[in-house]
């Protein structure tokens, strides 16, 4: 059954894991969270994580997608969703550009820079550079 996914960082078109995780997906375009959230650029990878603090933070911009089961499946195993601070919670987004809101699932978990509005930091590492 298809799914709404918002992604905010190396999930995005043009970053590391996007090909990885989001190949097969359809793009739906560039979406917003109608709420503030907690965005920042933590842990020793340097990747971006967006914490399930609803009212702190910016309106996150990123981009939404319609994935299937098996797409799911490799984002969850991507982002180790079930270890400690790293989950899937439901969130309203909109349309950067004017629509209706959609409610999409997205990820959360700790911090190398402040809030951030929209991700493009160029320090991630991917799993397969890692030492």
Not at 54 to 72: Q, R
Not at 96 to 109: D, E, F, H, N
């Amino acid at each position: 059954m298809p799914q709404d996914v918002f992604v905010f960082g190396t999930l995005k078109r043009g970053f590391a894991l996007h090909e990885q995780g989001l190949s097969r997906a359809r793009f739906l375009g560039i979406f917003r969270t109608l709420e503030c959230y907690a965005m920042l650029i933590a842990g020793p990878w340097f990747a971006p994580m967006m914490f399930n603090e609803p009212g702190n933070g910016h309106h996150v911009v990123g981009e939404l997608y319609e994935s299937g089961d098996d797409t799911i499946a490799r984002l969850d195993q991507l982002e180790s969703l079930g270890i400690p601070g790293n989950l899937r919670v439901a969130i309203d987004v909109e349309p950067v550009a004017g629509g209706p809101i959609r409610t999409a699932r997205q990820l959360a978990k700790p911090v190398h820079s402040d809030y951030l509005r929209v991700y493009e930091d160029g320090r991630f590492v991917p799993f397969d550079r890692r030492g």
